[in-house]
């Protein structure tokens, strides 16, 4: 068994406002990738950099989220600097980075169903967890710093290829409360949040 890890140098580009600090910041990737280089030493480790943008796989987003949304958050980083809420920020590279956490998250997908002894692992910034179809999810009061929700829309273009039932495995400290309300009706997926 054999574990592809994706990321892209873009996934540093989302960053909070200048001269900020915030807990979700490319630093988090940083130490992420230094981690996975220090352990590198098996050579059951892929690290794949070489995700490209492909207009063919941006439509799925519009299977996780509404357009009003979609379009919200593109006026967003059409100014530059903003924050959705008091946790989740948007800045000018905000929005290409999060399409291609998107890409990587769906070519995840076609990894892990094209090579049965690989597992795919997509080390992504912004995350996603927290939000829903139209941003904040199930009355919290914060998108807990996410923007789209890579897993969900990772999910939909896996169900489009074929593959059902899908099973989402939510290992996070907190619920994955976005992915959660995305696929309550959806009796082709099982979602399941360990979480405190």
Partial sequence: ?????????????????????????????????????????????????????????????????????????????????????????????TCKVAEMALIASMRSIDIALSHHETLAFALVRPPGHHVGRYGRAMGAPTQGFCIFNNIATATFYGIDRGYTPFIIMDIDVHHGNGTQEIFWYDPRVIHIDVHQ
Avoid: W
């Fill in 1 to 93: 068994m054999s574990i592809h890890i994706l990321y892209h140098n873009i996934f540093y580009l989302h960053e909070p406002p200048p001269g900020s600090y915030h807990p979700e910041n490319p630093h988090r990737l940083a130490i992420a990738v230094n981690t996975i280089k220090n352990i590198y030493i098996s050579q059951k480790i892929v690290v794949d950099t070489k995700i490209h943008y492909d207009l063919n796989r941006i439509h799925y987003i519009l299977k996780a989220h509404e357009k009003n949304y979609i379009d919200f958050i593109n006026s967003l980083c059409n100014t530059g600097y903003s924050y959705i809420d008091s946790d989740t920020y948007v800045s000018k590279n």
